[in-house]
């Protein structure tokens, strides 16, 4: 996933202005490339990846045997296996719709980080994105369509504040002729991409 992920993971990696010595989680890996990318850029940090699939874990612990940094747990976003207080920031790739639980899975994140540490979810399919809601139709789990409001509302009820939301546009250009299961056509994956993923994001605050 990480050719598809990257154009819009870039500009928020760029938002989240880590530190070498931070201490990140990613919500729903997969099999691990913005684990290693993430291991890169905090040579005096941890990072975490949890995935509720046994398979993507076995994947990402095969793809990064030589992080040293890093490290991939099987696990629910509703019950994160790792301490409280733990991350200053944890995100969430194209993973959060999937959730059964977002209030749970939310609460869970509020609780492994630190006081004055950050959340960040970053999705395609939301509602006011119409060119992906077809996805409901195809994917093969069950996928749950929201609002920027109602995520949002979801963070501050799990405790976040300054919550917020903008979209990210996909600059990458649209082949002439789309085949794929996702997109009626090009011109449809292209208007998809100009509108944009989701992205919310919220602080732990300090106490
Ligand atoms: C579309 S993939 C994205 C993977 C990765 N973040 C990326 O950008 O390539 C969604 C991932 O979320 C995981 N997932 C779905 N629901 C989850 C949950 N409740 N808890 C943890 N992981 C979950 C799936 O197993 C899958 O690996």
Redesign the pocket.
């Known amino acids: ?2 050719q ?2 990257l154009p819009i ?1 870039l500009p928020l990696l760029d938002r989240m202005r880590l530190e070498p010595e931070d201490n990140v989680l ?9 684990v290693r990318l993430l291991s890169e850029q905090l040579p005096e940090g941890r990072v975490v990846g ?4 046994d398979e ?1 874990i076995r994947r990402a612990r095969r793809n990064n045997t030589d992080l040293e940094n890093a490290m991939f747990v099987i ?4 019950e994160i296996p790792w301490d409280a207080n733990f991350f200053t920031h944890a995100i ?5 719709y ?4 977002p209030r749970a ?1 939310l609460r869970e994140i509020h609780r492994v980080l630190r006081e004055g540490g950050s959340a960040w979810m970053l999705i395609n399919y939301y509602r006011e994105n119409a060119h992906a809601h077809q996805w409901g139709n195809i994917l093969s ?1 069950p996928a749950h369509l929201r609002s920027a409001a109602e995520w949002a509302a979801f963070f501050a009820e799990a405790g976040f504040s300054g919550v917020k939301h903008e979209r990210i546009p996909d600059p990458t250009p649209a082949p002439e002729k789309y085949e794929g299961p996702w997109f009626r056509d090009s011109a449809q994956l292209r208007a998809f991409r100009q509108e944009g993923a989701l992205l919310v994001w919220g602080t732990k605050p300090k106490t």
């Open positions: 996933m990480e598809e992920h993971v990613d919500v729903g890996c997969g099999a691990g490339w913005l949890v995935d509720l699939a993507m696990g629910e976003a509703e969430s790739v194209e993973a959060a999937y959730w059964p639980d899975a789990v």
